[in-house]
């Protein structure tokens, strides 16, 4: 919902910029001076800026709450929910246990355990699956 009223606020003020271009390049009779013009276009296009700048982290904080709601609808622990996360960004078991200061079977057993509560058998099937579901999360919205 953020996002659609970021991007409907975009969307006017960009409207709002192409009018005041218009209106510097056919100057009408009531037309104000043009420093005012100046200051209305720069304050204008400093609010798309800042609207796109907001879209951008709402996405970016939609992207990071898949993983999680992904872990709650499966039932994953607080501790597999972290490793879910790196899982799907690609992380080897190594590089997960140096992250989260675990040995390598201990990495192995959540790994398992994610596995059979998700019901998959590899990694690419555990993206796919997550971005299946992510994807059908979305269409239902």
């Known amino acids: 919902m953020e996002q659609k009223r970021s991007r409907f606020a975009l969307g006017l003020c960009t409207v ?4 005041e271009i218009a209106d510097l390049a056919l ?21 798309i800026a800042y609207l796109a700048l907001r879209a951008c982290g709402v996405q970016q904080a939609t992207r990071d709450l898949q993983p999680i709601a992904f872990a709650n609808r499966y039932g994953l622990t607080r ?15 190594r590089e997960i246990g140096e992250e989260l200061t675990i040995s390598i079977g201990t990495v192995k057993t959540h790994v398992h355990h994610i596995y ?8 690419e ?14 269409s239902t919205e």
Do not use: H, W
Not at 116 to 123: P, T
């Open 27 to 47: 100057p009408s009779p009531y037309a104000r001076s043009i420093p005012f013009e100046v200051m209305g276009l720069m304050f204008t296009l400093i609010g």
């Open 116 to 123: 059979e509560k998700v019901g998959v058998s590899s990694r």
């Open 79 to 93: 501790r597999e929910e972290e490793l879910l996360c790196l899982l799907v960004a690609g992380r080897t078991n």
């Open 125 to 138: 099937e555990l993206r796919d699956r997550m971005q299946t579901e992510t994807i059908g999360a979305k």
């Open 16 to 19: 709002y910029c192409l009018a």
